[in-house]
């Protein structure tokens, strides 16, 4: 049985402990931003191939098949000091992680309204209204 929760707790623990934002993370591994954040969330809808997981598990500093192994439930193999995903604390912090990274997503998305919405008269790059003039004649 495959779980896919267990790959996104060890990613986000990873990451986490390195520390490494997604979009490093995607540097490195070469896998798209997209592909990690439902890999993150757990939101797959596909498999991903052994190769995509061995390029994660490598730009994470682990063993190429790390992160099958978590995937398929065997024990990881052992290699720069990654600590297990049945960690129970690091679980938490994983989790934590995600909801601190969605907290700062919803707050962005917050403030864009609130510029779109209530400062749609100001000039945004000096944070004063725009000056009126009279209509010359």
């Known amino acids: 049985m495959e779980d896919w929760q267990a790959v996104a707790s060890a990613i986000n623990s990873r990451m986490a402990e390195l520390p490494m934002t997604q979009q490093e993370l995607a540097e490195r591994s070469k896998v798209s931003v997209a592909t990690l954040r439902e890999l993150q969330y757990a939101t797959a809808t596909r498999k991903r191939s052994a190769r995509t997981l061995a390029a994660i598990s490598h730009a994470l500093d682990w063993p190429d098949d790390y992160l099958r ?9 052992s ?12 679980l938490v912090l994983a989790r ?4 601190h990274a969605e907290v ?5 998305a917050v403030e864009r309204i ?3 919405v209530g400062h749609g008269d100001k ?11 009279s209509p010359a004649g």
């Open 104 to 108: 700062r997503r919803l707050a962005d």
């Open 96 to 99: 934590l992680d995600q909801l």
């Open 79 to 90: 290699g720069s000091g990654a600590a297990g995903p049945a960690d129970s604390s690091s």
């Open 114 to 116: 609130g510029i779109d």
């Open 123 to 133: 000039d945004t790059s000096s944070g004063r209204a725009p000056e009126h003039r």
């Open 69 to 77: 192994a978590v995937l398929t439930g065997t024990t990881p193999p």
